[in-house]
């Protein structure tokens, strides 16, 4: 089993660490990582597309046109990298039309793409290998009692995303559960963390982020675990900021799912790079006497 890794840009230019952790799981579950060359950005969701939807299809069909399906196709460690790749895929073989413009201009590249890339988030391929991470569970996630955010992009436009429900989801809660971990709900579950507004308003999105964050306090959770950089980046930079900003210090951890899952796996935590967090985890390890 195998597939080509999209890393996306975030990841390996903001948060290596996440793309380690993920690399690690990956290799202990015996799944196969291919790094292909050219990739470049999705691109973003939540930019380009907004701009020029033509050029948005055909950035992202270059991508996909990379992977040779020798695999089962692409896995990408980003939520949005996910949505734009599997929106592509969608827009492009719904239009004829469309597809053909954007392969007349990938020949001038001296490429083309058909539309059968299969794309799939990480946490999908987690999922799909939950039998094969319960045989290699070494250090039950005792004591853990996770918040769980979904966030946007992994669930939506359900119509092409077509991996769990957008209203009740349940996938990265019973992974959470698979590890030993609890599984904690909370009143703003399913709410948009606030990072796409940040460039925007500022102040809403750290008003977003709060609302979240207080929340999963009320909750009784003692960690949070999410699956998208964008998500990561606004969970776990931003409660310093509500400090500085409003005086309220959350410390809340914040954790990959393949942080999470790298734990109970016992793969080495000083090879997991959680120091690079800026709301460490260690308080949190010494409560629940996680060795």
Not at 272 to 285: D, E
Request: hydrophobic share 35%.
């Amino acid at each position: 089993m195998g597939y080509d890794l999209f890393l996306g840009c975030v990841i390996p230019a903001r948060l290596p660490f996440l793309e380690a952790s993920s690399r690690k799981v990956f290799e202990k579950l015996g799944i196969e990582l291919k790094d292909v060359d050219g990739f470049s950005c999705c691109p973003d969701p939540t930019g380009i597309e907004q701009i020029d939807h033509k050029t948005w299809l055909t950035l992202g069909a270059r991508n996909l046109s990379l992977s040779r399906n020798s695999n089962g196709g692409i896995v990408s460690f980003c939520s949005g990298c996910v949505e734009t790749l599997k929106g592509v895929n969608y827009f492009l073989n719904k239009d004829k039309k469309t597809k053909e413009e954007v392969n007349k201009d990938l020949k001038k590249i001296g490429g083309s793409y058909d539309g059968n890339t299969n794309v799939k988030h990480f946490a999908q391929v987690l999922y799909e290998n939950l039998d094969k991470i319960r045989e290699n569970i070494t250090h039950p996630l005792d004591g853990f009692k996770v918040a769980v955010h979904y966030g946007c992009h992994y669930l939506r436009p359900s119509e092409y995303i077509q991996w769990d429900d957008p209203f009740e989801p349940k996938t990265i809660d019973e992974i959470v559960r698979v590890l030993g971990a609890e599984s904690i709900d909370y009143e703003l579950k399913l709410e948009c963390c606030g990072n796409p507004v940040e460039k925007s308003d500022k102040e809403l999105s750290l008003l977003m982020i709060k609302n979240k964050l207080q929340s999963i306090q009320d909750s009784g959770a003692n960690c949070v675990a999410l699956v998208c950089p964008a998500c990561y980046q606004q969970f776990d930079f931003n409660q310093r900021e509500l400090s500085k900003e409003e005086g309220i210090d959350f410390d809340i951890p914040v954790f990959y799912l393949s942080e999470l899952v790298a734990l109970a796996l016992g793969i080495d935590r000083g090879d997991l790079g959680l120091n690079f967090h800026r709301i460490k985890p260690k308080s949190l390890f010494e409560i629940v006497h996680f060795a």
